[in-house]
């Protein structure tokens, strides 16, 4: 053929259908579904194939999987094509448009762009390219050609292709459809007018650039400005999720398919199956003398027409009739394969659930194993980290301790804050409850030494900022550090120090006096605050109340804790989205724009532990699905899918506003997950584990000993100048009740290299 034809195949799906088989991190494609190599793989192995001539073979991919796919195609060369990475999905308009660049770029205009995804059965690669070549001519013509599957019964997973007119070969389209009822699909069926959409495209570069620039110049501009920043490594091509995160996420169907004119459809000459469902793949498969398809470690007695697949584990299966059944070494899926186009539902109840089991997949040869991590937990806060602080982290010229150190470990020249101050009196106090032999007593006298003799205002309130030597640098009175401050105070009384009964009583007073909103409706900021409103000095208020109600059992405390659980209800909790809002105005309505919209994943997590604790105390058992439904929340719209860990902020929608990542909110969601967990409901076990690994992997492991990197980028880089004293309260707590939580379980495997996940093939971690 005299035809410069570029391939492009599209990698970025994950094909929830066909959980738990196929997860985010490891989605379809990847996956040995017929015995015969993965389907990426036998996806590149077909565009090879021309017999006529050669294609140059790109992949369009998301970066988090690019570890996988190089691993697939290494072996097998792409004919001078290159992986190019997405950092997030931007549906399939974006993918097109970005193949038509590359292709314009290398290739010219006039080159024809054949896109295919990764991850559909075709019987012969010589009856596929006999199909395209069909193709080619009205592609060069400027026709956008499609590829359509005689349908063989009424499918109602597939889209659907409409014909102007009947027959084999180039015929001219009349519309698309989506995927229909049964009734519908019936009717396409008799009609011989209607065919499955294969998925697959093929068009001149030009033809698209032009189609894009008519019905969606948005799609087009945002796309080729992400394209010209692109970045190059050995490894592919990165495109940089700055400017590719503009691109409207849209499929090339609603974009362009179902807007444009002369577009022409060549009917398939090869048999194809999209592989999308059990029931598919039951199909697909090598079935036995009894229309079953087994895969893995499977004893079936007395089954027929099922398809049964284990991994990890023997799985036995008697007297079944057209069921699915999946075993994974953490999930099992039954169904009647006539409703595994439900698969879906399933799955996305899971991530409304929080649940992780959607997203990574469990090891085959490990066992998750609740407490894997006490050793390496242990070893980090008693003979790193808390020695380091509490000797480095100390200020013993001039009182109380540093607000940061350096990566050498050396003190940084900060002003010093005085929630930074309680925070570290806290630290102490809790290391020494939970088993602590080092100078916790000593520490927690020297903390609040300092802080009642440069600290304290007139009033009886507490300072904002004291410079190094103790000056008063902000005298501001602040809700958020006199929380701080009261919570230092309640485990310092704990702990058995003398005096801070009194100072949190005089606390309490001025709160009461000064902060206390007049309109009994929570607390100001500062003294006669009347700006915006803010959430966060109410929980932290919370906390410190539930605190002195442990210490002294005073229902009081229980009381206080109350007032700022109803505002939890009214005001700050949206039932619709199950997200906690930031900023209000006066009557707590939440404030106008982003500000309004601004949710933080780490205090999802800090509520839903701290809501548990009430509960428990008060008896209001309501409030632990108020819990759930925050951590649910955090989890399927406030992680990182390259790294899996926390954003800074994200949007009620769920969109992101801040892409960093700090090391304070992967805390909390361990204790969240702890108190979660220990109130009943879903196995909380391994993602408690999970989240521990992954602190230890992005935070921890690459510091030096006893710091950690604070700020972590999008991709996985940090961002850290220092070591922020304000976090390792954070660090303390969470790890300490991680021990408490896992105390007396046996670690039945030697312990991990420190940079080593444990307990997820998470491969998105090398981004």
């Known amino acids: 053929m005299a035809h410069r034809v570029v391939s492009f195949v599209m990698s970025g799906g994950v094909g929830s259908r066909l959980w738990p088989l196929s997860r985010e991190d490891n989605p379809k494609q990847f996956h040995d579904l017929s015995g015969d190599g993965s389907m990426l793989a036998k996806t590149v192995r077909r565009l090879k194939a021309w017999p006529h001539s050669e294609t140059p073979i790109y992949l369009i991919a998301s970066e988090r999987h690019a570890e996988r796919v190089i691993s697939d195609i290494s072996p097998l060369g792409l004919n001078g094509g290159k992986p190019i990475f997405e950092p997030l999905g931007r549906n399939t308009a974006a993918a097109v448009a970005i193949a038509t ?121 945002t796309a080729q400005r992400a394209f010209r920043t692109m970045r190059a490594d050995v490894a592919g091509l990165y495109l940089p999720q700055r400017f590719y995160s503009a691109v409207p996420s849209t499929s090339i169907d609603y974009a362009v398919m179902e807007h444009a004119q002369g577009i022409e459809m060549v009917t398939a000459s090869f048999r194809w199956n999209d592989l999308g469902s059990w029931q598919s793949l039951l199909e697909a ?50 169904a009647p394969v006539s409703h595994s186009q439900n698969v879906k539902k399933v799955v996305e109840q899971l991530e409304k659930s929080g649940r992780l089991e959607t997203k990574f997949t469990a090891l085959e040869d490990r066992v998750i194993i609740s407490g894997s991590w006490r050793k390496r937990v242990e070893h980090w806060l008693f003979n790193e980290t808390l020695p380091l602080w509490s000797t480095a982290g100390v200020d013993n010229l001039h009182g109380g301790f540093h607000e940061a150190l350096g990566f050498d470990a050396r003190p940084l020249s900060k002003p010093k804050r005085m929630r930074t101050m309680a925070r570290q009196i806290y630290a102490f106090a809790v290391a020494k409850e939970l088993g602590w032999t080092g100078s916790a007593d000593k ?21 904002r900022t004291l410079n190094s030597n103790g000056s008063v640098a902000d005298p501001v009175e602040d809700a958020y550090d006199h929380s701080c401050v009261l919570l230092a105070l309640a485990h310092a009384f704990r702990c058995g120090h003398q005096g801070a009964l009194q100072l949190a009583q005089e606390t309490f007073l001025f709160i009461d006096s000064h902060l206390e909103d007049g309109s009994l409706n929570g607390f100001l900021e500062t003294p006669g605050w009347s700006g915006v409103r803010s959430s966060n000095p109410h929980m932290h208020m919370l906390e410190s109340f539930l605190a002195w109600h442990a210490a002294t059992g005073d229902r009081a405390y229980l009381r206080r804790a109350a007032r700022v659980i109803d505002l939890f209800r009214c005001h700050f909790f949206d039932q619709e989205s199950w997200t906690l809002g930031e900023y209000f105005d006066a009557d707590w309505v939440p404030v106008a724009g982003d500000r309004g919209q601004w949710t933080e994943p780490g205090h999802h997590f800090e509520w839903a532990s701290l809501l ?52 304070w909110p992967q805390c909390e969601a361990i204790k969240a997950a702890i108190a979660l967990d220990e109130i009943g409901g879903p196995d909380l076990k391994p993602e408690i584990e999970a989240r521990v690994a992954r602190l230890f992997r992005w935070h921890i492991d690459p510091a030096p000993l006893g710091l950690w990197v604070d700020r972590i980028d999008e991709r996985g880089r940090s961002l850290a100048t220092e070591v922020p004293a304000s976090i390792f309260y954070h660090l303390v707590t969470a790890l300490m009740q991680y021990l408490d939580k896992t105390e007396g379980q046996v670690e039945p495997f030697p312990l991990p290299s420190p940079k080593e996940d444990t307990l997820f093939r998470n491969r998105a971690s090398a981004g």
């Open 443 to 463: 520490l927690i006298d020297h903390g609040i030494d300092f802080i009642a003799k440069y600290g304290r205002t007139d009033r009886g309130g507490w300072v």
């Open 612 to 663: 548990v604790d009430f509960a428990r105390a008060s008896g209001q058992k309501d409030l632990a699905e108020y819990a759930r439904k925050l951590y649910s929340s955090a989890v399927a719209a406030g992680l990182n899918r390259a790294t899996g860990l926390a954003y800074a902020a994200v949007s009620r929608r769920g969109m992101p506003l801040d892409r960093l990542s700090r090391s």
């Open 285 to 334: 498969g090598p079935a036995d003398c009894d229309g079953n398809v087994v895969m893995g470690d499977v004893v079936a007695m007395d089954c027929d027409s099922s398809y049964l697949r284990s991994q990890g584990r023997l799985l036995a299966v008697i007297g079944m009739k057209d069921v699915a059944v999946v075993a994974t070494p953490d999930a099992i899926f039954v």
């Open 101 to 221: 660049l590359q292709t314009i770029s290398e290739y010219g205009s006039d080159a024809l762009v054949l896109v295919v995804p990764s991850d559909h059965e075709i019987s012969t690669e010589t009856q596929f390219w006999q199909t395209v070549e069909a193709g080619m001519p009205a592609a060069d013509s400027g026709s956008i050609v499609v590829f359509g599957i005689k349908p063989t019964h009424p499918e109602t997973g597939y889209g659907y292709i409409e014909v102007a007119a009947t027959g084999d070969g180039v015929a001219a389209v009349s519309r698309f459809v989506e995927k229909p009822n049964i009734e519908t699909a019936q009717g396409y069926l008799s009609s011989g007018r209607f065919y499955w959409n294969a998925g697959i495209f093929l068009f001149r570069a030009d033809t698209m650039r032009k189609a894009l620039l008519e019905f969606q110049p948005e799609i087009w501009d």
